[in-house]
């Protein structure tokens, strides 16, 4: 589910796959399509870990672990609904400058709350532990689940933006090599209501898991 998130992220255009075709068309030279993803994905890699890391360390409280797992959903849900009654992007995206391409990749996706979509699985993902390790002892346990839930936190924002990346790559490049910017002109598809409507689905697959 998490690569799943990330081909979608990618295929998406409001991720910014556009931009790597038009600085590809502007420097006529197709490296400068894949130079543009880098800092894109940076970007995209940053706006996952600042939401991801702080719920992993909320895996500390093992007692609490279910609560917080339907309070994540919850919270995906309700930021879904408000991408599905808002319109429009917010403004202050529109100026941020063409050369910052991670900074604004990093508030896009935190701008439509991508990283929350993730919460979910990733919670799913970090164990709140054996029996065996409880008595092991209070401090060896939250060390434990420390590690693990940051670690589990790290390698999903990770998978999650390769295949991003791996999406986004292949629509720029055929954009600029095969369909042109006509087909961005022509063919431009909205995602918005979808996206919205998938974070609900993402949500509520999470406080379904968790009960």
């Known amino acids: ?17 556009p931009l790597a075709v038009a600085n590809g068309m502007t420097a006529r030279r197709a ?6 993803l880098l800092p894109l994905g940076a970007g995209h ?4 870990m600042v939401v991801l890391v702080p719920f992993a360390w909320l895996g500390w409280f093992m ?3 279910r609560e917080i797992r339907i309070s994540a959903g919850v919270l995906v849900v309700a930021f879904g609904v408000r991408q599905l009654v808002a319109r429009g ?19 896009m996706a935190t701008a439509h ?7 979910p699985a990733m919670l799913g993902l970090c164990g709140s532990g054996t029996a065996s390790e ?12 420390m590690r693990s839930g940051v670690l ?21 490049w055929l954009t600029y090599r095969y369909l042109g910017l006509n087909f961005v002109r022509r063919a431009w598809f909205n995602l918005d209501k979808v996206w919205a409507a998938s974070l609900v689905a993402a949500g509520g697959a999470g406080i379904m898991l968790a009960v």
């Open 1 to 17: 589910m998490i690569a799943a998130l990330g081909l979608y992220h990618g295929i998406n255009p409001a991720m910014g796959w």
């Open 31 to 36: 490296g400068a399509v894949f130079s543009t």
């Open 45 to 48: 890699l940053m706006a996952m």
């Open 63 to 65: 007692e609490w672990s």
């Open 89 to 107: 992007h917010p403004r202050f995206l529109a100026r941020v400058k063409p050369t910052r391409l991670a900074w604004w990749s990093f508030l």
């Open 113 to 119: 709350g991508a990283g929350l979509m993730l919460v």
């Open 134 to 145: 409880v008595t092991e002892g209070h401090a060896a346990v939250m060390t434990s689940l």
């Open 152 to 172: 589990a936190a790290v390698l999903v924002a990770a998978v999650h933006t390769l295949a991003m990346l791996l999406a986004g790559m292949g629509m720029a």
